[in-house]
Nanobody
Framework: QVQLLESGGGLVQAGGSLKLSCAAS????????MGWFRQTPGKERAIVAA????????YYERSLKARFTISRDNAKNTVYLQMNDLRPDDTAVYYC??????????????????WGQGTQVTVSS
């Protein structure tokens, strides 16, 4: 199983951008589909985006597709989330997740078996 560590969160003004990174260590990162989820207090963790092990397939929560981009660099064992035109309702803890599959791009929390500790993103109005 991979170990995941997110970075890149912080405070940004509305309309700004942030790029989150998730560094993986441990077993073969390139065999893992990767996802980004986010969670706000009192709500369940929700998927933001996901990417297949070879980057050829991506999935986005429909309302975020125009502003967020997921990518990965298997040579660096890292997955990224570029977030543009951020809004106050994007404020959340963002989690990186890994699923040991080369078959599909998981979209639900229960399909992922490795999680980072989360990074806080706060968007001020």
């Amino acid at each position: 199983q991979v170990q995941l560590l997110e970075s890149g969160g912080g405070l940004v003004q509305a309309g700004g951008s942030l790029k989150l990174s998730c560094a993986a260590s441990g077993r073969a990162f390139s065999n893992y589909a990767m996802g980004w989820f986010r969670q706000t207090p009192g709500k369940e963790r929700a998927i933001v985006a996901a990417i297949s092990y070879h980057s050829s397939v991506t999935y986005y929560e429909r309302s975020l597709k125009a502003r967020f981009t997921i990518s990965r660099d298997n040579a660096k064992n890292t997955v990224y989330l570029q977030m543009n035109d951020l809004r106050p309702d994007d404020t959340a803890v963002y989690y990186c997740a890994g699923a040991n599959t080369v078959v599909n791009v998981p979209r639900t929390e229960k399909e992922y078996d490795a999680w980072g500790q989360g990074t806080q993103v706060t968007v001020s109005s």
